[in-house]
Every structure is written in C-alpha cells, then in structure tokens.
C-alpha cells in the first residue's frame, strides 16, 4: 500500500502531481510521501500494540533527519549502526531511552558518545567488544546497558550480501557460545545485562526463519534465567521484505501473530528494528530520460539517475518497477535503464519492457525508499539527489542537491604542491 498512483494518466504522490514537482525541484530526485511513511509505521508499531513493544526504525534504510523526526513524533525509537547515525537520530529528535545500537565494529569514539547520549543499549557482537565497552563505562563512570547480539545460525533465503544470521555471516556471537559470554557480561562491573537480540537479514519473504531464530532464542532465554540472568528486552532485528515485483511477504500483522504466539509466556518487552518495511514503498527516484540510443544488439534509456543514486540494481541485481510520469498509449520496447556513469554496471534495469519514451519526460524508480538515498555516492563527480516529502498537495525539499562547490568543500590544495 502506498500514495504513488496515477490520476488521469500522470503519476503523483498523494496529491502532488510528479511532473510539476520535478520541473520545480530538478532530477534526479528523492520523493517520499509522508501519508504512506506514517501508515507503514502505524501498521507495524499497532501490530504489536497488544504487549510492550518498541519500534525502532533501522536509521540505515533511510537516513533523513525529517524521516526520523517523523517517526519518533509517532512513538517511534531507531535503531543505529554508528556514531554518525546516533548524532543525525539525536538531531531528530530521538530520546536516547529510544536508541539501541548494532554494528560490528563499533570505535571506542562511538562507544564513549553513545554512553554519554545514555542510550537503551547496545547491541554486542563480540567479546573483545564487550570489553572494550565495559573499560570504557567504568572510565567514564557509567554503566552500560546491553544485549548480546546472537547469531542463531538460521537460513534466511535472501540475497547473500543481505544475510545476516547464518554461521558464516560476520555478525553477533554465535549461539552456541552465548551463555559463556553472557557469564562473562555478568560478572563485569560496568555492564548491565538487559536482554537478547538478533537479526537474521533483510528483505525475508517468509515468516518461518523469523520464528526459527525465535525458538533458539527462547531456549536461550530460559539457561540464561537459570544462570539467573533476568532478560528484560527480546530484539528481533528487522529483515521483514516487501514488494518490488512478484514476492509475496507476510503481512505486519501475519508476522506479528507468529511472533506472538510463539512468545507466550515470556515476560520480556519486545524490540524491533524495521527499516525496508516501513519505508521501501514510501519513496520513489524521478529522473529524466537525457537521450535513446539503439546499440547492435541492445536498446538503452539514459536517465540522469544513476547507479550512485541507486545502488540496489547494480550491487544486488535488484529489480525495481520503473513507470513514466506521464501515461498515454504508446508501444513498449525492451532496453537497459543507464545512467551516466561510466561503469557497465550502471543500471536500473536491464532488458526491461518500458514504454517508448522519449528525451525530457521523467520516469519514476518505484519502491526506492529504503537504502536509496542512504546508499547514494558521488561517484563520477555526481552531486547526490535532493530528498523531497509530500504532505497531501504540499512538499518540501528535506535535503537540498549538493552542489558541484559541495563536490569540492572539504578538499584542500596542499602548500607544498603550490608553485
Ligand atoms: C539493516 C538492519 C536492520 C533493518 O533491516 P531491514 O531489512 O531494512 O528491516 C535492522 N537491524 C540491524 C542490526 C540491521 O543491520
């Protein structure tokens, strides 16, 4: 469900029509609708409103201050994967009672702001950061709050460069050694212990490795009472997919009824960390075809929107819908979608039946709201998108275009090169 739909053959959002937006603001360009970000949240958060809960948006699927402050203004905490990601969720707003904090490589500068911040917890994925965390609360005269991040060794059947949970993956401490570390956690001085967290991937079509990694986290839960260590908090990560072409993924609410069932009887508030599912179908890409070309044995469209736009297709063979804004009866063709770029993996789509289209119309990157923007580079020189939210016939621009002055801001011609 989502707020992109044409009316009388053009394409808007909510009740901003594509096309004028686009001439106003330029291409490429981020579009979110603010209707269908607070839905997706509202639908996930209700889901589990039946029990103590906390939704915490993973900050690295859509990194936007204004994103963020949306959905902590709905109740909403985050979950971070590093200092930079903790600073832009205090910017927004976020209450650091909200906060919990993964990541495998957390830096001791990380670390110190994230305990003066006197987040939820932080999400361990190893011994040695265990340690490191423990000196450096006792340094500084606190405690930290944690949970340890395990590794429950499921198959989440995804793209491998978005699995998380399985033996070879880098992530948490695997489960077979948890209850060794959590004795090691209780017996350090300047670390609470408040619960157990896991996240098996991302873009997960099926609710049974959901419930798989569940499982071994109940029976750990239950040694871990009897070593009593009381576990106050369950995060069960994020990971849930959504619909780019043909999936089918559980409903919020299909996920959260598994999840409940399985969870009776335990008394524990319940984390989780959405980012796709909240806000994947919530944005779009605009950009503009600059030019058609017929090669020898293949069709391409040009746009102005590039593979450092939007990684997705070129790092994950991923499909997104592409539609023109403007829709009238015409033939259609197969091409590559390609940007700019000069990579041969610079694509949006490849040998895919679009409409003819021709040079100055815009098209439309569906279901770009999460890991879009966030994963953007400048790349090529290429100063990155603006980011626009839709509010019913309104808009702002909530990240302006870098500049091509912007390009260059933080380079320095050193004196010894100077003549
Ligand atoms: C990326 C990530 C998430 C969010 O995953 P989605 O698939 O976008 O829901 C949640 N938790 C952690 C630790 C992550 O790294």
């Known amino acids: 469900m989502h707020h992109f739909t044409y009316r009388e053959d053009e394409l808007y ?24 970000l607070r839905q997706h949240f509202a639908v996930f958060d209700s889901a589990f409103s039946n029990v103590p809960h906390l939704t915490c948006f993973s900050v690295k699927a859509n990194s936007n201050v204004a ?47 994230a305990l003066k911040e006197g987040i939820l917890m932080f999400n361990i994925e190893s011994d040695q950061e265990l340690e490191v965390l423990n000196r450096r609360a006792g340094e500084l005269g606190c405690k930290a709050r944690i949970a340890l991040r395990v590794n429950p060794d499921v198959d989440p059947n995804t793209h491998p460069y978005i699995s998380t949970g399985m033996k070879k993956n880098k992530f948490g401490i695997a489960i077979d050694t948890a209850l060794q570390a959590y004795g090691r956690a209780k017996g350090m001085e300047n670390v609470e212990i408040l619960g157990v967290d896991c996240h098996i991937g991302s873009q997960l079509t099926e ?97 102005d929107a590039a593979m450092n736009d939007l990684v997705r297709p070129s790092l994950y063979g991923s499909y997104h819908l592409i539609q023109p804004v403007e829709r009238r009866e015409r033939e259609t063709q197969i091409v590559d979608v390609v940007g700019p770029i000069c990579e041969s993996g610079d694509f949006l789509a490849k040998d895919r039946s679009i409409p003819m289209v021709q040079p100055g119309e815009y098209l439309a990157v569906m279901s770009a709201g999460a890991y ?29 275009r870098e500049t091509w002055q912007d390009l260059v801001a933080l380079e320095n011609i050193p004196d010894f090169l100077k003549g």
């Open 13 to 36: 959002c909510e009740d901003v029509p594509l096309k004028e937006l686009a001439r106003e603001v330029g291409t490429p360009c981020y579009v979110y609708s603010h209707a269908t």
């Open 67 to 113: 994103v963020l402050n949306l959905f902590g203004s709905l109740g909403g905490g985050v979950d971070i994967v590093s200092g930079g990601e903790l600073f832009r969720a205090r910017q927004a707003g976020i209450p650091p009672e909200r906060i919990v904090y993964s990541g495998v490589g957390k830096t001791p500068a990380e670390i110190d702001y």
């Open 372 to 400: 879009g923007f966030s994963m953007s580079s400048n790349y090529n020189s290429r100063p990155r998108a603006a980011e626009v939210l839709v509010h019913g016939d309104r808009y702002s621009v909530i990240r302006r």
């Open 207 to 303: 609710i049974t490795p959901f419930i798989d990694a569940l499982k071994r986290l109940r029976l750990l839960i239950d040694r871990l009472g009897e070593m009593g260590i009381a576990i106050r908090y369950l995060d069960l990560g994020g990971g849930l997919g959504i619909i780019y072409d043909q999936e089918s993924p559980p409903h919020p609410h299909e996920y959260a009824q598994a999840i409940l069932q399985e969870m009776k009887g335990l008394s524990c508030t319940l984390i989780f960390e959405p980012g796709r599912v909240i806000v994947g179908n919530a944005g779009v890409l605009l950009g503009k075809v600059l030019y058609t070309k017929k090669g020898p044995s293949k069709s391409f469209v040009i746009t």
